[in-house]
T-cell receptor, first 111, second 115 residues
Framework: EDQVTQSPEALRLQEGESSSLNCSYT??????LFWYRQDPGKGPEFLFT???AGEEKEKERLKATLTKKESFLHITAPKPEDSATYLC????????????FGSGTRLQVQP | SAVISQKPSRDICQRGTSLTIQCQVD?????MFWYRQQPGQSLTLIAT?????????ESGFVIDKFPISRPNLTFSTLTVSNMSPEDSSIYLC????????????FGQGTRLTVV
């Protein structure tokens, strides 16, 4: 059974204080690892898909990296507008195309 | 990317009634997915809906409770039947990108409260 574990559950940062969010996974042949941002009352907003160990992707202050067992979402010099819940999900390499999600990390960036 | 419109965005319903949620996509997609997000929780897959075939339900979800229609490649509906307060959740429609199935996009969700 595919499993995704995210840590920490919640993270409070000061504006400009860089940090990383962790996503550990077990999956039957990884097809893709997805990162999303979710604001309260809204659907998840797609950020990145990573496909193989060693891959990195960047978008503004966010950088996602992938190993064979986990992924990190690095947030560099965060701003208050980066406050949101960040969700990690995996897509298995079997015929199943639906995503399996972790429980998310609630990030709060204080000015 | 794919743009997904969900209706209604929110509703308050009486227990015992049913609500149908609509999902419209701006491009043709093979697979559509319905997820549930209970308060403070992450997303749980309800079912996968492919055009022209019966929906495939995950363990713990049944067709009588969550009937799904998929009449064409851009539209799907999820009905929450005989509702109880435990059905209060956000319901989300999702699709894979038309090219390569390597990105997954979500609608804004339907916030359902059952009283």
């Amino acid at each position: 059974e595919d499993q995704v574990t995210q840590s920490p559950e919640a993270l409070r940062l000061q504006e400009g204080e860089s940090s990383s969010l962790n996503c550990s996974y077990t999956v039957s042949g990884l097809r893709g690892l997805f990162w999303y941002r979710q604001d309260p009352g809204k659907g998840p907003e797609f950020l990145f898909t990573l496909y193989s160990a060693g891959e990195e992707k960047e978008k503004e202050r966010l950088k996602a990296t992938l190993t064979k067992k986990e992924s990190f979402l690095h947030i560099t010099a965060p701003k208050p507008e980066d406050s949101a819940t960040y969700l990690c999900a995996v897509q298995a390499g079997t015929g199943r195309r639906a995503l399996t999600f972790g429980s998310g990390t609630r990030l709060q960036v204080q000015p | 990317s794919a743009v997904i419109s969900q209706k209604p965005s929110r509703d308050i319903c009486q227990r015992g009634t049913s609500l149908t949620i609509q999902c419209q996509v701006d491009s043709q997609v093979t697979m559509m997915f319905w997820y549930r997000q209970q308060p403070g929780q992450s997303l749980t897959l309800i079912a996968t809906a492919n055009q022209g075939s019966e929906a495939t339900y995950e363990s713990g979800f049944v067709i009588d409770k969550f009937p799904i229609s998929r009449p064409n490649l851009t539209f799907s509906t999820l009905t929450v039947s005989n509702m109880s307060p435990e059905d209060s959740s956000i319901y989300l429609c999702s699709v894979l990108s038309p090219l390569g199935n390597t990105e997954a996009f979500f609608g804004q969700g339907t916030r359902l409260t059952v009283v």
